[in-house]
């Protein structure tokens, strides 16, 4: 008994002793988590690169800080939507000519881009020096909170590879009959090619005329990729076939900016805040990325 009063005294010791100032450990920050978000479609003309820059403003104003990486390694022309003029590309820092420092721009509209590597044909070509140095490289874009990585449309290996390094893919088609067609294509493809597929697979329905078009598209989609794929495919949103876009894209700006108040603006917005709202499956960050990245390359 007298051994257990004496433990009993020494805890109560304890517990009134002042707390030991140096012996507080000072909190650990946490390391940024960056969302990798990549944009994609089966068919070209459907309006990916013009979703991905407007939901990359639409980010900035929440107070993300975004980047746009134009990842169409044929025809990149992110650029060409925001009405700027690179002098430098992915290509040059592949080939150690220069830094992602060095290339990425900061834009009038708060985000920053990466101009496509236009001449570079598969990452999987790489050697393996240059490799580790585009590793090397992407690891400097981590402080970022978003990025959105606007793929070329189809189904090359450097498109599933840069969707197996999503946290979140977001396919992009319209009501046309061939687009519907060529985006279960790219839908069914990412199934069976991309080992472990785990990231959140979104469908975004451009150039509507109405929500119950939209509608009408995604409970196809979704519903043939369950029930033939076993895949599930989040509807994600629609985008109106809204005059403002196309008087956008002819002045080379974003129609964010342009008519922040028009249907295809306010469309967006809803978008990016059903993103917001999910969680992506695994967003490991940006090692992670990377490690899904190479591991298909």
Request: net charge positive.
């Amino acid at each position: 008994m007298a051994d257990q009063a004496e433990k009993l005294r020494e805890l109560m010791r304890q517990k009134n002793r002042p707390p030991n100032k140096e012996s507080k450990k000072t909190p650990e920050k946490t390391p940024r988590q960056t969302r990798i978000i990549t944009v994609t479609s089966g068919k070209g003309g459907v309006g990916k690169t013009n979703i991905s820059v407007n939901m990359a403003l639409a980010y900035a104003r929440a107070g993300k800080r975004v980047i746009v990486m134009d990842a169409d390694l044929g025809l990149a022309n992110v650029n060409v939507m925001l009405s700027v003029i690179p002098k430098f590309s992915l290509y040059h820092v592949i080939r150690k000519q220069k830094t992602m420092k060095d290339i990425i721009l900061q834009t009038e509209y708060g985000i920053r881009i990466v101009a496509g590597a236009s001449g570079f044909s598969q990452i999987a070509n790489l050697s393996e020096e240059e490799r580790q140095n585009f590793i090397d490289e992407l690891n400097t874009l981590q402080d970022a909170d978003i990025i959105i990585i606007d793929t070329s449309a189809g189904v090359s290996s450097n498109v599933l590879d840069f969707i197996a390094a999503a946290d979140d893919a977001v396919i992009v088609t319209t009501p046309e009959p061939t687009a519907i067609t060529d985006a279960y294509g790219i839908i069914k493809i990412i199934a069976t090619e991309i080992d472990s597929f785990n990231m959140g697979l979104k469908l975004v329905v451009n150039k509507v005329k109405s929500a119950a078009e939209a509608k009408r598209v995604a409970d196809r989609m979704t519903n043939i990729a369950g029930q033939f794929l076993n895949l599930k495919v989040d509807f994600l949103g629609f985008i109106y076939d809204d005059p403002a876009v196309s008087h956008a894209v002819v002045r080379q700006r974003p129609f964010m900016v342009t008519d922040p108040k028009c249907r295809a603006s306010q469309c967006v917005q809803h978008i990016v805040g059903r993103l917001e709202k999910s969680e992506s499956k695994e967003n490991g960050g940006f090692g992670t990325m990377l490690k899904r990245l190479f591991s298909r390359s």
